[in-house]
């Protein structure tokens, strides 16, 4: 089979849909009460409007604005031993992967050009994963 622009581009778009309808069939469930882990259930469950609320009732009283928040948040928060972007990359969670990855610092982002999907790790429908922050 020859490998095309066109193909690949179906790969993706595929894998895409793949981790997006993956996602669907998954329930986060924080481990605790916390501020940090309520954080972490919000933005994996792709929830913006949750998330920015999080972040302006609980940011520390040095960072003023939202973009700050998100910052300083993407790099101190660990969701299940990963940070917050990364978390919500895992899980499919774009609309909050992408407001916390323009926001973060350079050395938490991650690069939108490139994509490396497994389509081989699936999880068994009606999934539960309990988060915690760290």
């Given at each position: 089979m020859k490998i095309t622009p066109l193909t690949i581009g179906s790969?993706?778009?595929t894998s895409l849909f793949c981790l997006n309808s993956m996602a669907a069939n998954v329930t986060f469930v924080a481990k605790d009460n916390s501020i940090a882990t309520k954080l972490c259930v919000h933005a994996v469950n792709?929830?913006?409007s949750a998330m920015k609320t999080y972040l302006r009732r609980n940011a520390a009283?040095?960072?003023r604005d939202l973009?700050?928040?998100a910052r300083m948040a993407a790099s101190q928060i660990k969701c299940n031993n990963t940070n917050l972007v990364e978390?919500?990359?895992q899980y499919g969670a774009d609309n909050t992967f992408n407001y916390l990855?323009?926001?973060a610092r350079s050395k938490y982002r991650i690069d939108n050009n490139v994509?490396?999907?497994d389509l081989s790790k699936t999880l068994a429908p009606n999934t539960v994963i309990v988060v915690s922050a760290n």
């Open positions: 790969l993706l778009t792709n929830d913006v009283n040095s960072v973009s700050g928040q978390f919500t990359a990855n323009r926001r994509e490396i999907i």
